[in-house]
């Protein structure tokens, strides 16, 4: 379990098989806001613990697979409790090592109960097995868990990526093996804790590290399933690493996500000035699902930019996390600041404008942690890489387009499709949100404001394989086995 070493320092140990494992060696998480300060520490799991967590998963699987449904959603509605009752004291540490906001941090937790209750409202209807009598006798459909599922999330979202896993993991049959990002491994790893205490031992095992022991849970031949959020250049490693045994796969990758203005949306409506710009720097940018490219219709540009940027300056409040007047907190890591840094300096290199949005309400902060400074980028060239790769960070262009089926031309050369939204007219957004190749598309919303966990989540290209949230995302832990009981068991074409 985390040991709480003092107020301030969290210790995190690999959780195997229902007991803590000590490492050799532990690695400092620091505090994004003032990197000289330790917010905890967590452990370098080695390639024989992670075999042994897999196996401990794997010995778990043959009893926990015939524990009644019932039960099963009995536990996970005590986790939900468990977490429901330590939902300030997660929040203050995921803040602290990630960076978001506190209010963010709550959102997160938010959406994570959200989908943790839904599940277990629709676990028994989703996973009944199906009986079809027809004219030519009976099939039985039965919803079957798959075995070891080795989850793997991001650090952007880590109690959210994960317990999107987790929930409906464990709930359809199957044990786990939890790898969270070094980059956010605490809270999540406490989450997972937490759900684990109401679990029989291996069901719910957690292991730390990078890529090395990434590869152990993609390539290890027990691991029937792999469930993984992150990077698209990641999940091809991981495609690589699982053919060997050809594992089921849910992958949500990347995405470029496209916010579409048309002429018809009115750019005097404030609240849906202010939804655009908490689209583009929720989370400072971080979110797989944000608007990353703004395209506005000419006829509106010009007083469009006008009013998003009076928008963001009253709306992006640069500063402590903990400060309930900031709304956006430092990137999660330096390395994703200089990548967000260097997307805007090459924009700026090839003739862009870069305008800086928003207060910094607190300079000494900002100078000292992993801040950047919002900006919105005009007058870049549609291929820019601004405007074609991920930024994942608080920067976003917008650019003028001419017709619609220009602008859905612009939107599906993308190499992604996770989410997009269009924004006007109803009908008109509609229309053109049915041309559009994305996994979801928001009519005049974006992001996690329009995201609805009792559909499915996923993208389409590059953007990820299948599907999470929603009853798809519970199924998805699931083998689909049919039993057919023909009455005609001789086929008329095949001779005596
Ligand atoms: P990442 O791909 O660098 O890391 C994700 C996870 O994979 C981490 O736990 C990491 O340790 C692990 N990992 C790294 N190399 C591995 C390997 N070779 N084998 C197995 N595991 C390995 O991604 P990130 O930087 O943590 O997250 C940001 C990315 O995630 C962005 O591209 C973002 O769009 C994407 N994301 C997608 C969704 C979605 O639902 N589609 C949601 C959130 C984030």
Not at 268 to 283: G, Q, W
Not at 360 to 379: A, H, R, S, W
Not at 419 to 430: N, Q, R
């Amino acid at each position: 379990m985390t040991i709480q070493a003092d107020q301030e320092t969290i210790i995190v140990e690999a959780f195997i098989n229902g007991q803590n494992v000590k490492s050799l060696s532990q690695v400092a998480k620091e505090n994004p806001t003032n990197p000289t300060e330790i917010v905890g520490y967590f452990p370098v799991t080695t390639k024989e613990q992670a075999v042994e967590a897999i196996e401990a998963a794997a010995g778990a699987f043959k009893t926990w697979k015939q524990t009644p449904i019932d039960e099963r959603i009995m536990m996970m509605r005590k986790a939900i409790e468990k977490i429901r009752a330590a939902e300030n004291e997660i929040v203050h540490l995921l803040s602290r090592e990630h960076g978001k906001p506190l209010y963010d941090a709550h959102g997160e937790i938010y959406v994570s109960l959200m989908w943790m209750e839904f599940a277990c409202n629709e676990a028994k209807s989703a996973l009944q097995e199906e009986i079809k009598e027809h004219e030519n006798g009976k099939t039985i459909l039965s919803y079957d868990p798959i075995g070891v599922v080795a989850a793997i999330s991001p650090w952007n979202y880590p109690i959210a990526l994960s317990t999107i896993k987790i929930a409906p993991a464990l709930l359809a049959g199957n044990t786990i093996v939890l790898k969270p990002s070094p980059y956010a491994p605490l809270a999540a790893a406490k989450v997972a804790e937490i759900i684990a205490s109401e679990f029989p031992a291996g069901v719910i095992n957690v292991v730390h590290g990078d890529a090395d022991v990434g590869v152990e849970l993609t390539s290890n031949p027990l691991v029937t399933k792999i469930a993984f959020t992150g990077g698209t250049a990641t999940a091809k490693h991981i495609i690589k690493a699982a053919s060997e045994t050809i594992k089921d796969m849910t992958l949500e990758l990347g995405g470029n996500d496209a916010a579409i203005f048309l002429e018809s949306f009115d750019v005097h409506d404030e609240r849906a000035m202010r939804r655009i710009v908490i689209s583009n720097f929720l989370t400072a940018g971080q979110i797989c699902m944000i608007a990353k490219r703004v395209y506005v219709h000419r006829s509106i540009y010009d007083e469009f930019v006008e009013k998003y940027i009076k928008a963001a300056n009253r709306w992006i409040r640069i500063g402590d996390p903990f400060d309930s007047n900031t709304t956006v907190g430092p990137v999660n890591n330096l390395k994703q600041k200089n990548y967000v840094l260097g997307l805007v300096e090459d924009a700026q290199k090839r003739g862009a404008k870069v305008i800086p949005l928003g207060q910094i309400l607190d300079q000494k902060l900002f100078d000292q942690g992993y801040y950047l400074q919002p900006t919105l980028v005009l007058g870049c060239d549609v291929h820019d890489p601004i405007v074609v790769e991920e930024q994942f960070g608080p920067t976003v262009p917008i650019l003028p387009f001419d017709d619609e089926e220009q602008v859905i031309n612009l939107h599906n050369e993308s190499i992604y499709g996770l989410t997009s939204s269009v924004w006007g007219k109803e009908e008109d957004a509609i229309s053109v949100a049915r041309q559009l190749e994305a996994g979801t598309t928001m009519i005049n919303t974006a992001a996690v404001q329009g995201l609805d966990v009792r559909f499915p989540f996923g993208g389409v290209k590059q953007s990820g394989i299948g599907r999470e949230y929603g009853v798809e995302g519970i199924r998805t832990y699931t083998e689909k086995h049919v039993i057919n009981v023909p009455k005609t068991q001789d086929l008329p074409y095949i001779p005596e």
